[in-house]
């Protein structure tokens, strides 16, 4: 028999660095969650190089019984993109339609689109483009050359 869901709990943390400070401490101490279980597992799954101190959404489900699981997700896009166009966190551009702080190319969408795809609610990969893209413009990061699908 399934166990019965008590809540979801969004973060965002960095992989490989959970503690119990804030955020995530009083986030999950709230609803009666092993603090340290959940930054022991979550340590143990983001060891790998790919998502070692990277922002990574995580998505906690608790149940009645006080036990929990969680699901870790892709770093969001604009993470990816502010590391394509090598800009630091958090460096968009205040008049996104004025000015323009950096530029990257459609293979660099491409490649942050594929990372993406299961996260985002499209099935193809041009519509994930058009997601990402559509990320970048407001942004203020211009993409440079044609759109593959308008040749």
Not at 9 to 18: C, E, H
Not at 93 to 111: C, D, F, L, M, Y
Request: aromatic share 6%.
């Amino acid at each position: 028999m399934a166990k019965e869901i008590q809540t979801f709990i969004k973060l965002t943390v960095k992989g490989g660095q959970a503690n119990p400070a804030p955020p995530i401490g009083p986030a999950l101490g709230a609803k009666g969650v092993n603090i340290m279980e959940f930054c022991k597992r979550f340590n143990a799954a983001t060891q790998d190089k790919e998502k070692m101190g990277k922002v990574l959404p995580v998505i906690v489900t608790v149940y009645k019984d006080k036990s929990f699981d969680f699901i870790i997700k892709t770093t969001p896009a604009t993470v990816q993109l502010f590391e394509a166009a090598k800009l630091k966190q958090g460096q968009g551009s205040p008049e996104s339609n004025r000015k323009k702080v950096g530029s990257v190319t459609w293979e660099q969408v491409e490649a942050i689109a594929k990372d993406k795809m299961a996260d985002l609610n499209c099935f193809e990969l041009h519509p994930a483009m058009k997601m990402i893209a559509g990320t970048a413009r407001s942004m203020g990061i211009t993409i440079a050359g044609n759109a593959p699908w308008a040749n």
